[in-house]
């Protein structure tokens, strides 16, 4: 089965650069997530998509952003890297139930992660 | 961490031995879920449970909630030495979109 493919696996930036992680959902899940998790830490939500459309955001820096495209992979762009923003960065999807989606139950499946590296 | 605490931090245990983790959190919820990490994976959904039920099972998995504590355990019985990892339990917020982890509690089980 088909599961949540992120790229690139590893990256390394310098100070002050930009990077892109880019997610592509499991077929027909409607719903994206991206995680930050740093050394020792928990996974710290960043912020989440449905049907395309931003519904969540969490600890995001405003010099983060994210999108989700129509065939609805998502991309989480980030500038200005810091040394702090050397972390994993998961990318999940879910699909969820019919219904008020607000009030579902839904599991995450998660990707393999995206290791930011700031030098 | 953002919503959750869980306790011990870490866990040593003897193979066939039983494990238990427990998670506290502070706001309303529809859901909590357990994961599991390996070492700088991705995480693995175990189990979820919603907040009208008190106690699910899945395989060697037990898991209780308490809406009233605000808090859940995961049991994991029997243990293996491929059981070691990080367990993070995840909470489903009223109202939201959000799953919050928690601070996770790193389980090791020696052969």
């Known amino acids: 089965a088909a599961g949540v493919i992120q790229s690139p696996r590893h990256l390394i930036k310098e100070k002050r650069e930009t990077a892109t992680l880019k997610c592509y959902p499991i077929?027909?899940?409607?719903?994206v997530y991206w995680y930050q998790q740093g050394p020792g830490q928990d996974p710290q939500f960043l912020i989440s998509?449905?049907?395309?459309?931003?519904?969540d955001k969490g600890s995001i820096p405003d010099r983060f952003s994210a999108q989700q495209f129509s065939d609805y992979h998502s991309e989480l762009n980030m500038s200005s890297l810091e040394l702090g923003d050397s972390a994993l960065y998961f990318c999940?999807?879910?699909?969820?139930?019919?219904?008020?989606?607000?009030?579902?139950?839904?599991?995450?499946?998660f990707g393999a992660g995206s290791r930011l590296t700031v030098l | 961490s953002q919503q959750g605490e869980e306790d011990p931090q870490a866990l040593s245990i003897q193979e066939g031995e039983n494990a238990t983790m427990n998670c506290s959190y502070k706001?309303?919820?529809?859901?909590l879920q357990w994961y599991r990490q390996n070492s700088g994976r991705g995480l693995v959904h175990l189990i979820l449970?919603?907040?009208?039920?008190r106690e699910k099972h899945s395989g060697r998995l037990r898991v209780t909630l308490d809406t009233s504590k605000k808090s859940s355990s995961l049991l994991i019985t029997a243990s293996r030495a491929a059981d070691t990892a990080s367990y993070f339990c995840?909470?489903?917020?009223?109202?939201?979109?959000?799953?919050?982890f928690g601070t996770g509690t790193r389980l090791k089980v020696l052969a």
């Open positions: 449970i919603r907040s009208n039920e």
């Open positions: 998509f449905y049907e395309k459309m931003q519904s």
């Open positions: 999940a999807s879910s699909f969820m139930r019919q219904g008020s989606p607000r009030s579902g139950a839904n599991v995450l499946t």
């Open positions: 995840a909470t489903g917020l009223s109202g939201t979109y959000k799953y919050i």
């Open positions: 706001t309303s919820i529809n859901n």
């Open positions: 077929p027909r899940h409607d719903t």
